[in-house]
T-cell receptor, first 112, second 115 residues
Framework: QKEVEQDPGPLSVPEGAIVSLNCTYS??????FMWYRQYSRKGPELLMY????GNKEDGRFTAQVDKSSKYISLFIRDSQPSDSATYLC????????????FGTGTRLKVLA | DAGITQSPRHKVTETGTPVTLRCHQT?????MYWYRQDPGHGLRLIHY???????DKGEVSDGYSVSRSKTEDFLLTLESATSSQTSVYFC??????????????FGDGTRLSIL
């Protein structure tokens, strides 16, 4: 079992829809949770990060962490064609040794 | 955008030849990383550096070596390239190794094809 699981998609939605992207993980030592967006032929760019459990909102994006279920989500409201990209979750352990794990990414297509 | 430049951006070479990829940063961050990204595997860490001349292996380090002689430059070398090393290579930088509030920032990658 991988430490981080992420559905590869593709996920196709109409413009204006609410998008839900998710990751599950197995390592309870993860404390920081990030979401990166990657456009085709570009490097991943950081969208948001959260520490421990809870919600964090930034414009149309909301990140949610449920540590009891080992489940994180990214919600995109009023999705736009420009949101079409691959979304990667990432997690960091603070257990003392280097531990930075990325999900394999979910490909999102927002149709105009 | 974080000041990260990868060169070359594209390279095609033959099996058995040496290849060096360069990552240059202008942020003065302590940590630098090399990843490869392949379909179905996501980003996998090859090597990372925590300071000048200080490097360590990642999960897929076989066949790769790195060097960091200056804070701003991190080189990845394939001593004798194989077809299995065809991939997209990303460099990343960060101020901290284990804090999400000081996360990794990525360059735009090098597409390497080994024929």
């Amino acid at each position: 079992q991988k430490e981080v699981e992420q559905d590869p998609g593709p996920l196709s939605v109409p413009e204006g829809a609410i998008v839900s992207l998710n990751c599950t993980y197995s390592n309870s030592a993860f404390q920081y949770f990030m979401w990166y967006r990657q456009y085709s032929r570009k490097g991943p760019e950081l969208l948001m990060y959260t520490y421990s459990s809870g919600n964090k909102e930034d414009g149309r994006f909301t990140a949610q962490v449920d540590k009891s279920s080992k489940y994180i989500s990214l919600f995109i409201r009023d999705s736009q064609p420009s949101d079409s990209a691959t979304y990667l979750c990432a997690m960091v352990s603070t257990s003392g040794t280097y531990k930075y794990i990325f999900g394999t990414g979910t490909r999102l297509k927002v149709l105009a | 955008d974080a000041g990260i430049t990868q060169s070359p951006r594209h390279k095609v070479t033959e099996t058995g030849t040496p290849v060096t990829l360069r990552c240059h940063q202008t942020e003065n961050h302590r940590y630098m990383y090399w990843y490869r990204q392949d379909p179905g595997h996501g980003l996998r860490l090859i090597h990372y550096s925590y300071g000048v001349k200080d490097t360590d292996k990642g999960e897929v380090s076989d066949g790769y070596s790195v060097s960091r002689s200056k804070t701003e430059d991190f080189l990845l070398t394939l001593e004798s390239a194989t077809s299995s090393q065809t991939s997209v290579y990303f460099c990343a930088i960060s101020e901290s190794a284990d804090r999400g509030d000081q996360p990794q920032h990525f360059g735009d990658g090098t597409r390497l094809s080994i024929l």
